[in-house]
């Protein structure tokens, strides 16, 4: 395993499993969260701007990867808490003001980079959506972890209540799915408030390519 990259905890995880020879759909009993802490702890050092506290879990994410691990899904009342908890802590924009440059969401959402060891101190991040969403008819190279969200304005309109959830999922994925594999991109610092605007942008405004259905921009 290359050293000092911090890969998702979902992507060890499923190392260990290949280890034990499993199916990696089939829960492996006897791997415990501290045998993966200790296997973390073991095979990371710090470098750059990435250090060993991202090992840490909060108590969302011990318990979410518990669940991965047992394969005993969380327990609805576990799952409500979380949704909760995340829904509690978002921070919506003053006046209502959602949208920002559908143009600077684009770039937003095309890049991969920040928060690497290699990425500067302050340097800015990117949204990376495009890793695991279409977005654009123009976009070819995109991930399917998470669901097309070509169209998105055009299909779900514009009421406030639209805007607020939209935000709200992207500000703290949990607030709708409690062990969501989206990155809380304003929870955790990832994207300021003005490309959250953006990014809202991209995908409402009626100028956007992704409310479009020709491949030129
Ligand atoms: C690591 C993968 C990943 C990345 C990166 C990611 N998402 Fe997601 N996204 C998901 C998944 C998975 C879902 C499905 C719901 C869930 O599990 O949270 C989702 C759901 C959504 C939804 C809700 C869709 C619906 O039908 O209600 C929106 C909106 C969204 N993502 C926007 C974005 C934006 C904007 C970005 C970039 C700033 C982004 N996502 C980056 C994985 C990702």
Redesign the pocket.
Known sequence: MKKSTIA?LAVLAGLLLMTAGAQADEPVTGTSPEDVQAVLKASFEPKGIAKLDRLEQSPMQKACSQADLTGKPLSKEDAAMIAKEALASIKYPAEGQFLGDWKAGEK??QNGRGLQFSDKEGAVNG???Y???Q?TKAEISF?N???S?LH?GKQRGSSKEIME??WA??YD??A??A?????R?GAAGI?TEAQ?KD??A??FDPESPVNKDDVAQ
Do not use: E
């Open positions: 998702p937003v959402a949204g990376n959506c890793a695991c969403h977005m991930g972890i998470g669901p969200l998105y959830y939209t999922k992207i994925s949990h709708y799915a062990c969501s594999a989206m990155p991109f994207l959250l990014v809202m991209l995908l």
